[in-house]
């Protein structure tokens, strides 16, 4: 009787999720889609903070300076990089005068390092529009004329874009399927600019916000500790009654975020506790436990232990999964990738049991190599 109440309920949100997640998403334009029938001309500045990024900095630098846009100029900031960094930086500005270079040597107490090196590129600008982005994403030339199409028509203070994320491993792109829904499900980005919706995103590789909203939302001193500083930007947009909105990059705007799954996991260890206040017990209730029941263990459970019944609406459920994955607009997602979603749930509730472990453990995090302690973090909320 338990495992049947349990199927109806996991059934019932899978459905959901489905319609829930096909339904809304399209209502998000994609960037390749926008009108250029009036060319915008505001002057943008485009700001990345860059530390030991030589595998990607040149492909994404080359990039960035073919853009089509006619009145932007590039900051890049080298936050204590000790790798080749510097040289691809020089030899770029040697060739492109619209580079400048912003060299940080120290970090101050209090912040965190990509915080503080947006933060110093916002104060060394002028210009009316900031494109913070980071050091592996790859533009296509008419990607940024696009975006202030888009956001200067509409009076948008901060735009934000979904990139197109692909890895050279499939069964990481099997798995980045998962989570990405998860996100979308979560942050709702087709509320966004819906005033009266409590929805918010930012993402890292494209958040374009207008200088006086900026400065308005407290910049980047309002989350200087804070490693989810893209999401934070966003929440303080929306709190502040100021305008934002959404599309996705497909064919515009991508990265590859990480290369395996292992370096994946890595990754997303150093702030997934973050979104749990540092507190165990809100991760345990609010996270691992719905992971399992919802992700991990509906198909196992059902298929092994439960009757005709049972089965029947494990196999609903996995047809649900398939139509979500085959329709899942904006990503290059497969039908066969529902056949991952258990594993992608398991090594979600891995990352939150090992990554919440390591910080109380530790009484920290460490974050480009540098450590902060667990009551420094809690001061950013």
């Known amino acids: ?19 829930f997640v096909l339904y809304n998403k ?55 990089s000790t790798d080749g960094t510097a040289v691809i930086m020089q030899s770029f500005q040697q060739q492109y005068p619209h580079i400048e270079i912003l060299q940080i040597d120290t970090l101050p107490k209090g912040w965190l390092g990509k915080n503080h090196a947006l933060y110093q590129g916002y104060l060394h600008t002028s210009e009316k529009w900031m494109l913070f982005t980071d050091a592996d994403v790859v533009f296509a030339p008419d990607s940024l004329v696009k975006a202030m199409q888009y956001a200067t028509s509409r009076n948008i203070d901060h735009l934000t874009i979904l990139p197109e994320v692909e890895s050279r491993s499939k069964w990481l792109n099997s798995i980045l399927a998962t989570f990405v829904i998860l996100l979308e499900a979560k942050q709702r980005p087709w509320a ?78 150093k702030n997934t506790f973050t979104a749990f206040r540092y507190n165990f017990l809100i991760m345990v209730v609010a996270g691992l436990i719905p992971t399992l029941l919802l992700f991990v263990l509906p198909l196992p459970l059902l298929f092994l232990f439960g009757d005709g019944m049972e089965r029947a609406m494990a196999l609903f459920i996995l047809l649900a999964q398939i139509i979500l994955f085959s329709f899942n607009k904006g990503n290059h997602s497969k039908w066969w990738y529902a056949f991952m979603e258990p594993v992608a749930g398991a090594i979600l509730a891995y990352i939150l049991v090992r990554a919440s472990f390591l910080a109380i453990k530790q009484k920290g995090i460490y974050w480009r190599e540098s450590f902060y302690s667990l009551d420094e973090l809690k001061k950013g909320f």
């Not at 338990?2 to 999720?17: M, R, S």
Request: with cysteine; glycine share 8%; charged share 20%.
């Open 26 to 80: 399209e209502q998000i334009q994609y960037l390749c889609s926008i009108d250029l029938s009036n060319t915008p001309e505001e002057p943008v500045v485009i700001i990345i903070a860059v530390r030991n990024e030589e595998e990607h900095l040149a492909n994404a630098l080359q990039s960035v300076c073919k853009l089509s846009y006619t009145n932007y100029r590039l900051l890049l900031i080298n936050d204590r």
């Open 1 to 19: 009787m338990v495992l049947l109440a349990y199927g109806i309920i996991v059934t019932l949100f899978w459905v959901g999720l489905t319609v």
């Open 192 to 269: 966004l600019s819906n005033p009266k919706s409590s929805a918010f995103l930012g993402i890292g590789a494209f958040n374009l916000i207008n200088r006086d909203a900026y400065q308005k939302i407290g910049t980047h001193k309002a989350f200087a500790l804070r490693p989810d500083d893209d999401l934070m930007l966003g929440k303080r947009i929306k709190e502040s009654g100021l305008k934002q909105d959404a599309l996705y990059g497909e064919g515009m705007i991508g990265l590859e975020w990480y290369t395996s799954v292992k370096e994946f996991i890595n990754g997303l260890m």
